[in-house]
Protein backbone atom coordinates (compact mmCIF):
# COMPACT_ATOMS: atom_id res chain seq x y z
CA UNK A 1 0.00 0.00 0.00
CA UNK A 2 1.76 3.36 -0.85
CA UNK A 3 1.63 6.30 1.55
CA UNK A 4 0.09 9.51 1.10
CA UNK A 5 2.73 12.40 0.59
CA UNK A 6 2.67 15.26 2.79
CA UNK A 7 1.50 18.48 1.16
CA UNK A 8 5.10 19.78 1.50
CA UNK A 9 6.25 17.07 -0.43
CA UNK A 10 4.23 18.35 -3.74
CA UNK A 11 5.12 22.16 -3.02
CA UNK A 12 8.83 21.16 -3.10
CA UNK A 13 8.37 19.05 -6.40
CA UNK A 14 6.63 22.07 -7.55
CA UNK A 15 9.17 24.86 -6.65
CA UNK A 16 12.62 22.86 -7.37
CA UNK A 17 11.06 21.54 -10.66
CA UNK A 18 13.83 22.34 -13.38
CA UNK A 19 11.04 22.50 -15.50
CA UNK A 20 8.74 25.67 -15.62
CA UNK A 21 5.88 24.91 -13.81
CA UNK A 22 2.73 27.95 -13.41
CA UNK A 23 -0.69 28.75 -13.15
CA UNK A 24 -3.00 30.88 -14.45
CA UNK A 25 -6.47 31.97 -13.21
CA UNK A 26 -9.64 31.85 -14.93
CA UNK A 27 -8.31 35.81 -16.43
CA UNK A 28 -5.08 34.46 -17.56
CA UNK A 29 -3.40 36.20 -14.29
CA UNK A 30 -0.15 34.61 -13.12
CA UNK A 31 -0.72 32.93 -9.41
CA UNK A 32 2.19 30.38 -9.38
CA UNK A 33 5.63 31.10 -10.39
CA UNK A 34 8.26 28.08 -9.77
CA UNK A 35 12.19 28.35 -9.87
CA UNK A 36 12.02 26.89 -13.34
CA UNK A 37 9.99 29.67 -14.98
CA UNK A 38 12.53 31.95 -13.23
CA UNK A 39 15.76 29.91 -15.35
CA UNK A 40 13.45 29.48 -18.45
CA UNK A 41 11.95 32.98 -18.73
CA UNK A 42 14.19 35.49 -16.55
CA UNK A 43 11.33 36.78 -14.54
CA UNK A 44 11.50 37.00 -10.87
CA UNK A 45 8.54 35.10 -9.10
CA UNK A 46 7.70 38.73 -7.49
CA UNK A 47 7.81 40.06 -11.48
CA UNK A 48 5.35 37.61 -12.63
CA UNK A 49 3.21 36.82 -9.72
CA UNK A 50 0.12 38.77 -10.73
CA UNK A 51 0.65 39.68 -14.20
CA UNK A 52 -0.81 39.15 -17.18
CA UNK A 53 0.40 35.70 -19.49
CA UNK A 54 1.22 38.33 -21.99
CA UNK A 55 4.53 38.46 -20.38
CA UNK A 56 5.64 35.56 -22.01
CA UNK A 57 3.65 35.52 -25.10
CA UNK A 58 4.82 37.41 -28.02
CA UNK A 59 2.77 40.29 -29.01
CA UNK A 60 2.03 38.73 -32.65
CA UNK A 61 0.34 35.63 -30.74
CA UNK A 62 -1.72 37.24 -27.77
CA UNK A 63 -4.79 37.68 -29.79
CA UNK A 64 -4.66 33.89 -30.85
CA UNK A 65 -4.00 32.87 -27.30
CA UNK A 66 -6.61 34.63 -25.51
CA UNK A 67 -9.18 33.90 -27.85
CA UNK A 68 -8.44 30.15 -27.15
CA UNK A 69 -7.88 30.70 -23.38
CA UNK A 70 -11.29 32.59 -23.13
CA UNK A 71 -13.12 29.89 -24.95
CA UNK A 72 -11.81 27.11 -22.80
CA UNK A 73 -12.14 29.37 -19.61
CA UNK A 74 -16.07 28.85 -21.06
CA UNK A 75 -16.25 25.31 -21.70
CA UNK A 76 -14.22 23.36 -19.67
CA UNK A 77 -13.06 21.39 -22.65
CA UNK A 78 -9.38 21.69 -24.25
CA UNK A 79 -8.44 19.78 -27.01
CA UNK A 80 -4.90 19.73 -25.87
CA UNK A 81 -5.20 17.94 -22.42
CA UNK A 82 -2.52 14.54 -23.21
CA UNK A 83 -1.10 16.50 -26.07
CA UNK A 84 2.34 18.27 -25.74
CA UNK A 85 2.91 21.42 -27.47
CA UNK A 86 5.12 23.44 -28.94
CA UNK A 87 4.71 27.60 -29.09
CA UNK A 88 7.37 30.34 -29.14
CA UNK A 89 7.51 32.37 -25.55
CA UNK A 90 9.46 35.59 -24.66
CA UNK A 91 12.14 35.50 -21.88
CA UNK A 92 12.75 39.00 -20.10
CA UNK A 93 15.60 40.22 -21.83
CA UNK A 94 13.35 39.62 -24.78
CA UNK A 95 14.64 37.03 -27.21
CA UNK A 96 12.52 34.60 -28.26
CA UNK A 97 12.32 30.81 -27.03
CA UNK A 98 10.19 27.81 -28.36
CA UNK A 99 8.47 26.02 -25.25
CA UNK A 100 7.04 22.54 -25.26
CA UNK A 101 4.70 22.41 -22.86
CA UNK A 102 1.62 20.36 -21.27
CA UNK A 103 -1.43 21.53 -19.46
CA UNK A 104 -3.53 20.88 -16.84
CA UNK A 105 -6.88 22.08 -16.94
CA UNK A 106 -7.64 22.88 -13.30
CA UNK A 107 -11.46 23.11 -12.28
CA UNK A 108 -13.31 23.30 -9.04
CA UNK A 109 -16.02 21.16 -7.57
CA UNK A 110 -18.76 22.27 -9.45
CA UNK A 111 -16.41 21.12 -13.05
CA UNK A 112 -16.12 24.85 -13.96
CA UNK A 113 -12.38 25.79 -14.77
CA UNK A 114 -10.49 27.70 -12.46
CA UNK A 115 -7.36 27.74 -14.37
CA UNK A 116 -4.73 26.15 -16.07
CA UNK A 117 -1.25 24.89 -15.06
CA UNK A 118 1.57 24.16 -17.36
CA UNK A 119 4.28 22.40 -17.15
CA UNK A 120 7.40 24.00 -19.90
CA UNK A 121 10.90 23.37 -21.11
CA UNK A 122 13.30 25.64 -23.30
CA UNK A 123 13.22 23.43 -25.98
CA UNK A 124 14.94 26.23 -28.43
CA UNK A 125 18.15 24.23 -29.28
CA UNK A 126 16.19 21.56 -30.33
CA UNK A 127 13.83 23.80 -32.45
CA UNK A 128 16.95 25.02 -34.12
CA UNK A 129 18.74 21.72 -34.65
CA UNK A 130 15.34 20.82 -36.24
CA UNK A 131 15.05 23.61 -38.58
CA UNK A 132 18.54 23.72 -39.84
CA UNK A 133 18.06 19.96 -40.47
CA UNK A 134 14.59 20.22 -42.37
CA UNK A 135 16.66 22.75 -44.68
CA UNK A 136 19.44 20.85 -45.30
CA UNK A 137 17.21 17.78 -46.41
CA UNK A 138 15.04 20.50 -48.61
CA UNK A 139 18.74 21.11 -50.35
CA UNK A 140 19.06 17.93 -50.58
CA UNK A 141 16.21 17.26 -52.54
CA UNK A 142 16.63 20.14 -54.79
CA UNK A 143 20.20 18.76 -56.10
CA UNK A 144 19.18 15.38 -56.88
CA UNK A 145 18.98 14.94 -60.49
Not at 22 to 31: N, T
Not at 76 to 102: E, W
Not at 128 to 143: F, H, S, V, Y
Request: net charge positive; aromatic share 6%; hydrophobic share 40%.
Amino acid sequence: MQKTLAPDVYRLIIEQAPDAVLYSDREGLIRLWNRGCERVFGFTAAEALGQSLDLIIPERLRARHWEGYHKVMASGQTRYATDLLSVPALHKDGHQLSCAFSIVMLKDDGGRPLGVASIMRDNSETFAREKELKKQIAALKQNQP
